[in-house]
């Protein structure tokens, strides 16, 4: 059976695709069976990130409709065959969206698939909350910003609240902390929380800090997870988090500001 991964905020913008991209096509490298799947119903970004966006012929709303079966609606990732991606639906809205639906989607998944990451929208709309109330483990992503902070506190008590395995008694979702956009040298100045200050305000298992790094945004632009690019550092702190995941003890990176060299030191720059 797979084990269901929600990644997910309490705010919009701060890299949830590009996490649920790099985090899936991550755990299909490492030889595990994944399907990601774009809870966000209206808006499909994940096609975009993932490089498929011209292969969509079926979605999400179409396989829970029995418009299209399951087979029909995923497409295999072209650099990973252990890769599936299950798209959301542009021109329908959140309400297409039945629990019974989604479960009966993430059940066939679940059979054949190790994992089942889940791209969830910002916040509690519908289409977050279903993604939510299936996963086994949620990824709670934040920008180190107070706004963004107390905004994932509140994703922590609704997760810990109205998931199937809080209903049902079961044990908790196992919960991690993903800081992005993080910048060492904005943090030496003040002008953004460092990552024990999240820590403290959140409690949660740190899974991985990526840093700020316009390898992001090249890498949405090509429709490549950002985590194929080994050279950058935010690829690399990728690698990291699906390590960690995965049980390995790895220290966490790019979180001092680089020391300059003699060289530096001693003509500036």
Do not use: W
Request: proline fraction near 3%.
């Amino acid at each position: 059976m797979a084990r269901i991964i929600v990644v997910t905020s309490g705010k919009g913008g701060v890299g949830k695709t590009t996490t649920a991209a790099a985090f899936s096509m991550g755990l299909a490298k490492r030889g595990y069976r994944t399907a990601v799947i774009d809870f966000d119903v209206g808006l499909r970004n994940l096609d975009l990130i993932m490089g498929c966006e011209r292969r969509v012929v079926y979605d999400f709303v179409n396989v829970i409709n029995g418009e299209a079966n399951l087979n029909q609606a995923l497409i295999r990732d072209k650099r990973s065959d252990n890769l599936y991606v299950l798209p959301a639906s542009q021109t329908r809205d959140k309400e297409a969206l039945t629990r019974e639906g989604v479960q009966g989607v993430l059940e066939e998944l679940a059979r054949t698939f190790d994992y089942v990451v889940c791209d969830s929208p910002a916040g509690i709309e519908r289409g977050a909350t279903m993604a939510m109330y299936f996963a086994d483990d949620a990824v709670v992503v934040t920008n180190p910003e107070v706004s963004s902070v107390r905004d994932s506190d509140r994703m922590l008590g609704i997760l810990a609240s109205k998931s199937r395995r809080a209903e049902n008694n079961e044990e908790p979702i196992r919960e991690y902390l993903l800081l992005t956009r993080y910048s060492p040298e904005r943090v030496e100045k003040g002008e953004m929380l460092s990552v024990k200050d999240v820590q403290d305000i959140l409690s949660l298992d740190l899974i991985g800090v990526i840093p700020e790094s316009m390898a992001v945004l090249n890498a949405s632009n090509s429709g490549v997870p950002v985590i194929l690019d080994d050279a950058s550092e935010a690829g690399q702190a990728y690698m990291d988090m699906v390590g960690r995941y995965l049980g390995e003890a790895l220290p966490h990176r790019f979180l001092e500001v680089p020391k300059k060299g003699l060289f530096r030191r001693l003509f500036g720059g």
